[in-house]
């Protein structure tokens, strides 16, 4: 029974258009998070909602929104992709805003082609 | 900027033996710290972690070590087990801040049978 589920886990897309990534969690937890991991390896935070509401929002393209219909799902959409945009997108969720003990997705490997 | 260094991009150890995996930081308003540890295909998973109050945190096989004036923490593993084999994150935080994680690049560690 997967704690936090991410679809799909491989999405090869071409340049221009629009794609969406799915995000639920099963945990009851209150926060969720979406985090890209770039060609260097490095995690870095996208998007944070509490409650289904946006609390942090890094500097990210605005052809990436977030959106939270409810506190158990937080999907990501893209617009325009760009080749930049190959990554590997992770979604987590966490009990409360501490930033201890995230549970991850198994990640969606997104190439932009 | 990386406020969060593994200068360490692999690490192979024998079986049974200790495994150290090394972490630097240069905020000093980080003031908790965590491990992940990532399998591939899979996202990282909680290992353990540390606050600033403490220099020394040990569950199982598993302690970190925290040293605040070197801004230098490390994992340590005793003793090692070929299902340690992965990709080790560390991470810090601010609980003065935004609560968000900043992550390191990881460090694969190899354990030989």
């Known amino acids: 029974d997967t704690a936090v589920s991410q679809t799909p886990k491989y999405l090869v897309t071409q340049m221009g258009n629009d794609k969406s990534i799915k995000c639920e969690q099963n945990?009851?937890?209150?926060?969720m998070y979406w985090y890209k991991q770039d060609s260097k390896k490095f995690l870095k935070i996208m998007f944070s909602y509490n409650n289904k509401e946006l609390i942090i929002n890094e500097t990210v393209p605005n052809r990436f929104s977030p959106k939270s219909p409810d506190k158990a799902h937080l999907n990501l959409h893209i617009n325009s992709l760009e080749l930049g945009d190959s990554a590997v997108y992770f979604c987590a969720s966490s009990q409360d805003r501490t930033g201890r003990g995230y549970t991850f997705g198994s990640g969606t490997r997104l190439t932009v082609v | 900027d990386q406020q969060v260094k593994q200068n360490s991009p692999s690490l192979s150890v024998q079986e049974g033996r200790i495994s150290i995996l090394n972490c630097d930081y240069t905020?000093?308003?980080?003031?908790?710290f965590l491990w992940y540890k990532k399998y591939p295909a899979e996202g990282p998973t909680f290992l353990i972690s540390i606050s600033s109050i403490k220099d020394k945190n040990e569950d199982g096989r598993f302690t970190v070590f925290l040293n605040k004036s070197a801004k230098h923490l490390s994992l340590h593993i005793v003793p090692s087990q070929p299902g340690d084999s992965a990709v080790y994150f560390c991470a810090a935080y601010s609980s003065g801040g935004s609560y968000i994680p900043t992550f390191g690049r990881g460090t694969s560690l190899i354990v030989h049978p």
């Open positions: 905020n000093s308003m980080f003031d908790y």
């Open positions: 945990l009851g937890h209150d926060t």
